[in-house]
Nanobody, 121 residues
């Protein structure tokens, strides 16, 4: 099955930057949606960034707009989240998600294992 492996999390000071990576175990030529979710300690997972490949539409939560950027590599293998001007409220586990179509137009979805981001104030 397709697996998503996340990396790039860590400890950073307020105002710093991190770039999260989400690498698929294989190329997904019919990938159509990618997203990043944030789960703060003790809270439920929330969508912070998403994008549709075909038309380039992106959507960001108000809390991260102007600071975070979601992108996809040219091989349709890796999804990235560039996080700038990080704040203490950004602390938590970040999960990536992708959706793609199979040859018979079945829809598939996969989640990354999560990567911890800790922002010190």
């Amino acid at each position: 099955q397709v697996q998503l492996v996340e990396s790039g999390g860590g400890l950073v000071q307020s105002g710093g930057s991190l770039r999260l990576s989400c690498v698929a175990s294989e190329n997904l030529p019919r990938l159509y949606n990618m997203a990043w979710y944030h789960q703060a300690p003790g809270k439920q997972r929330k969508l912070v960034a998403s994008a549709y490949k075909d038309d380039g539409t992106t959507n960001y939560a108000d809390s991260v707009k102007g600071r975070f950027t979601i992108s996809l590599d040219d091989a349709n293998t890796a999804v990235y989240l560039q996080m700038n001007n990080l704040q203490a409220a950004d602390t938590g586990v970040y999960y990536c998600s992708v959706k793609w179509l199979g040859l018979t137009d079945n829809e598939y979805m996969s989640w990354g294992q999560g990567t911890q981001v800790t922002v010190s104030s």
